[in-house]
């Protein structure tokens, strides 16, 4: 790939998230040429996954929307997915960057007519729904997926069915001899905005996430709340789709602990006090039971816990929930922790338990392919020494969308900055 423009005059954002684009767009409705890499085969990263997010609780197609239309109307973005960047070299203002894109086996004709999934019999498990539902190896990522394109999942490739896939599709858009291919881009400077992981909750062996069915995570309960999610939004437990009545959320899963993640994520309280509305809203006889350490809901989101507190419907216990466990014949789940309020040791049985598992910066695994600096628990510090590669958003530190969206803005403004020192 050939530059189209001056390197000092463009930047590469890594991540297509909320953090990503952010970056992208200011940068370019600044002036400079802007590059997206994403690994997932659309942007919005983990946004486009949840039901609402802070601080209006909108739909995700609310905020992505308006940044999918930016991204079209302005010539100086350009994006790539299902990519990754191997290498990064040079000097700030001069950079020589490496990306790898895997095969779509979808080209850019594809009309998103669904003709190549109606031809599709292999069933995978679906990554947008964490594995909760299936979809068919030729799919569209979600409903919402920008770029609206069609991917067709590499187990079946070389088989019949492949071939079925591709006769199915009367625009030429399926390429089954699509093959892994690498390009360099020079660029002034990186932005590397790649986001956040839900910590294992397998790792938290006594809460029996993993072995009891009715025991599920903060994000696969955003997805139950979707509307576009594998239950078409509606709230039931995963062991017989019976609806729930009575669900515990369990607080700092594996957070504020040194075994696990010794710090505390900021947006978990949050996220669980959303989702008891999700709850309620469905189900005005249903009732939700916080276990917590301590709420954090800082600042405007203040009023926010205050109200869903005042609800009656609402109960909020002061205990660090110890082991977990699940009646194989009812599908109940017990929980056990000691109210510090009152010293007593509870045991009460619910229909679901959702654990708030904290935030992991993708970093904590996923290295920059540049000489750059981590904190302990994998975060990235105020990047190179040269200057670089700027981290924006949750590779930073856990922070909610609004504040991702803001430090981006700042990161866009450093990448710029950097693009000068020559």
């Given at each position: 790939m050939s530059d189209v423009v001056n390197a000092s005059r463009s930047l590469l954002v890594v991540g297509g998230g909320?953090?990503?684009?952010?970056?992208?767009?200011?940068?370019?409705?600044?002036?400079?040429?802007?590059?997206?890499?994403?690994?997932?085969?659309?942007?919005?990263?983990?946004?486009?996954?949840?039901?609402?997010?802070?601080?209006?609780l909108c739909p995700?197609?609310?905020?992505?929307?308006?940044?999918?239309?930016?991204?079209?109307?302005?010539?100086?973005?350009?994006?790539?997915?299902m990519a990754e960047v191997t290498k990064i070299e040079g000097t700030p203002g001069d950079l020589d960057v490496t990306i790898k894109i895997r095969p779509r086996y979808v080209n850019e004709k594809c009309t998103a007519c669904g003709l190549c999934q109606e031809a599709a019999e292999t069933q995978i498990p679906n990554p947008f729904d964490y594995?909760?539902?299936?979809?068919?190896?030729?799919?569209?990522?979600?409903?919402?997926?920008?770029?609206?394109?069609?991917?067709?999942?590499?187990?079946?490739?070389?088989?019949?069915?492949?071939g079925k896939i591709q006769a199915a599709c009367p625009y030429g858009a399926v390429e089954l001899d699509m093959a892994e291919k690498e390009f360099d881009l020079k660029v002034g400077a990186v932005v590397w905005a790649t986001g956040w992981k839900p910590y294992d909750a397998?790792?938290?062996?006594?809460?029996?996430?993993?072995?009891?069915?009715?025991?599920?995570?903060?994000v696969i309960f955003e997805?139950?709340?979707?509307?576009?999610?594998?239950?078409?939004?509606?709230?039931?437990?995963?062991?017989?789709?019976?609806?729930?009545?009575?669900?515990?959320?369990?607080?700092?899963?594996?957070?504020r602990d040194e075994n696990h993640l010794p710090y505390c994520s900021g947006v978990c309280c949050l996220a669980s006090l959303k989702q008891a509305t999700y709850l309620l809203d469905q189900n005005p006889d249903a009732r939700a039971t916080i276990f917590y350490i301590d709420?954090?809901?800082?600042?405007?989101?203040?009023?926010?816990f205050a109200k869903v507190q005042a609800d009656e419907r609402v109960r909020l216990v002061k205990a660090k929930a110890g082991e977990i466990t699940e009646d194989p014949a009812t599908g109940q789940v017990t929980v056990q922790a000691e109210d510090q309020a009152t010293g007593a040791i509870l045991k009460e049985s619910f229909d679901?338990?959702?654990?708030?598992?904290?935030?992991?910066?993708?970093?904590?695994?996923?290295?920059?392919?540049?000489?750059?600096?981590?904190?302990?628990h994998g975060f990235l510090l105020n990047g190179s020494a040269a200057g670089a590669v700027i981290?924006?958003?949750?590779?930073?530190?856990?922070?909610?969308?609004?504040?991702?969206?803001?430090?981006?803005?700042?990161?866009?403004l450093k990448a710029i900055q950097a693009t000068v020192r020559r």
């Amino acid at each position: 790939m050939s530059d189209v423009v001056n390197a000092s005059r463009s930047l590469l954002v890594v991540g297509g998230g909320m953090s990503g684009l952010s970056a992208a767009l200011e940068a370019a409705e600044a002036g400079y040429q802007a590059y997206i890499v994403e690994k997932e085969p659309y942007l919005g990263g983990r946004v486009a996954r949840m039901n609402k997010y802070f601080p209006k609780l909108c739909p995700p197609s609310c905020g992505l929307e308006i940044n999918f239309r930016r991204i079209k109307n302005n010539p100086l973005v350009r994006f790539f997915t299902m990519a990754e960047v191997t290498k990064i070299e040079g000097t700030p203002g001069d950079l020589d960057v490496t990306i790898k894109i895997r095969p779509r086996y979808v080209n850019e004709k594809c009309t998103a007519c669904g003709l190549c999934q109606e031809a599709a019999e292999t069933q995978i498990p679906n990554p947008f729904d964490y594995g909760l539902s299936t979809v068919k190896a030729a799919y569209l990522p979600h409903e919402f997926a920008f770029p609206m394109r069609y991917v067709i999942a590499p187990e079946v490739i070389g088989t019949e069915e492949a071939g079925k896939i591709q006769a199915a599709c009367p625009y030429g858009a399926v390429e089954l001899d699509m093959a892994e291919k690498e390009f360099d881009l020079k660029v002034g400077a990186v932005v590397w905005a790649t986001g956040w992981k839900p910590y294992d909750a397998e790792k938290i062996t006594y809460y029996g996430f993993g072995k009891h069915q009715n025991v599920v995570t903060n994000v696969i309960f955003e997805r139950l709340a979707a509307v576009n999610g594998p239950t078409a939004g509606v709230i039931q437990r995963p062991s017989d789709g019976q609806p729930v009545q009575n669900v515990a959320f369990v607080q700092c899963a594996g957070s504020r602990d040194e075994n696990h993640l010794p710090y505390c994520s900021g947006v978990c309280c949050l996220a669980s006090l959303k989702q008891a509305t999700y709850l309620l809203d469905q189900n005005p006889d249903a009732r939700a039971t916080i276990f917590y350490i301590d709420i954090r809901a800082l600042g405007k989101y203040e009023d926010f816990f205050a109200k869903v507190q005042a609800d009656e419907r609402v109960r909020l216990v002061k205990a660090k929930a110890g082991e977990i466990t699940e009646d194989p014949a009812t599908g109940q789940v017990t929980v056990q922790a000691e109210d510090q309020a009152t010293g007593a040791i509870l045991k009460e049985s619910f229909d679901m338990v959702v654990l708030a598992t904290g935030m992991v910066p993708s970093t904590a695994e996923d290295k920059v392919p540049a000489e750059v600096a981590y904190d302990d628990h994998g975060f990235l510090l105020n990047g190179s020494a040269a200057g670089a590669v700027i981290p924006a958003g949750c590779v930073k530190r856990p922070v909610d969308v609004a504040t991702s969206v803001q430090d981006a803005t700042a990161a866009a403004l450093k990448a710029i900055q950097a693009t000068v020192r020559r």
